[in-house]
């Protein structure tokens, strides 16, 4: 058994990596990640821990003072400049076929499903 | 020369005096009337002319030689003349006249009309210079307008933030309770930095709009997705471990 060198590449993961990768050095909010990805509120925090796990992505609470802003602090996330560079490279080799996502396969063009 | 003859000259003399004053009074009267029809724009040069010569005509004889009479039908000839072009002047005058009678009417109405519309154009340009400062003034009151506008947008952003901090609606209580199970099913030591994320994240939707459904479907991702979320963080920490 070989040992895995890399975060499993799904394509939610890919679709966060390369959102990410659009400006490397911007923070981002989970919500901002959620919809530079196309992705559904609530389903990238696994994705996140595991770039993370991997430090491929670093974070930190916002600094500032949550009774001023009325609100409690956002965690921004960043790649690190070596995540970037492997990100960049998995995403390179990565190749997820379409047909092999569920819901993204091509309709049947005729007959019964 | 008889005494008759005598008297018979000297009453020729008195009249020739006489209609020599006449024709001077008539001299007069034709140059002030000559010197008004200029004024008046008619041209009475002919009449002039016709009236020199009837006083030369009446002089000569006069200061001569009252036997040489002989210029005189000439003179009584001329002033026959002098007759029609002096009626013609008159009626020249008398019709100028009524023009320029007619014409000083019409600029005094000119003038009624011009300071009418004089007080016109005044009152006009009253309202004018009250209209400028009520424009002005509306753009001063549009521009605090659009200001007051601004900043009670962002007052009721900052008031619903607090509010909903200190009050959560009945949707977020929900969601929040969903995302605080969800945070309970992680890893103890990162389950605080997860709940604070979630409840942030929450605060954010809320505040962009998002309903019942929207933060429910949140929550409800967030807790379907916490055991994979378990593993990736149990899986970090081993990978942690063994570096």
Redesign the interface.
């Known amino acids: 058994m070989s040992k895995q060198s890399g975060p499993k590449m799904t394509l939610p993961t890919q679709l966060v990596l390369r959102a990410l990768l659009v400006e490397p050095t911007q923070e981002m909010y989970g919500l901002q990640i959620c919809a530079a990805a196309g992705l559904p509120s609530g389903t990238i925090h696994p994705i996140l821990a595991r770039l993370e796990g991997w430090g491929w992505l670093e974070s930190h609470w916002e600094d500032t003072d949550p009774s001023e802003q009325g609100r409690p602090r956002r965690r921004y996330y960043r790649l690190t400049r070596a995540g970037a560079v492997r990100a960049q490279h998995a995403l390179t080799r990565a190749s997820t076929p379409l047909s092999g996502v569920p819901g993204l396969r091509p309709r049947p063009t005729g007959g019964g499903a | 020369v008889s005494a008759k003859t005598q008297r018979r000259w000297a009453a020729v003399s008195r009249n020739l005096d006489r209609n020599l004053d006449r024709a001077r009074d008539l001299d007069r009267a034709i140059t002030r009337g000559i010197r008004f029809a200029r004024h008046l724009g008619v041209d009475l040069d002919p009449v002039l002319m016709l009236d020199r010569n009837l006083i030369r005509r009446l002089e000569q004889p006069h200061a001569v030689d009252l036997d040489r009479v002989s210029d005189l039908p000439y003179a009584r000839d001329c002033a026959r003349a002098l007759v029609a072009p002096l009626v013609h002047a008159r009626n020249l005058a008398f019709d100028r006249a009524g023009t320029l009678d007619r014409d000083l009417h019409c600029a005094l109405a000119l003038e009624c009309s011009f300071d009418f519309d004089l007080a016109r154009a005044c009152d006009l340009d009253a309202k004018l210079h009250c209209a400028s400062r009520l424009v002005s003034i509306l753009d001063l009151a549009s521009k605090l307008a659009r200001e007051l506008v601004r900043d009670l947008g962002r007052d009721l952003v900052?008031a619903s933030?607090?509010r909903q901090?200190a009050h959560p609606g009945q949707a977020e209580r929900a969601a929040a309770g969903l995302a605080a199970a969800a945070a309970r099913l992680i890893p103890a030591g990162s389950q605080a930095?997860?709940a604070?994320?979630y409840?942030?994240?929450l605060?954010?939707?809320a505040?962009a709009g998002a309903g019942l459904k929207g933060q429910l479907?949140?929550?409800?991702?967030?807790l379907i997705?916490s055991p994979?979320?378990r593993?990736?963080?149990r899986?970090?920490r081993r990978?942690?471990a063994v570096s």
């Open positions: 900052r933030a607090f901090a930095r997860y604070e994320e409840l942030v994240e605060r954010d939707m505040s479907g949140y929550g409800l991702r967030l997705r994979l979320l593993t990736e963080l899986a970090a990978r942690g």
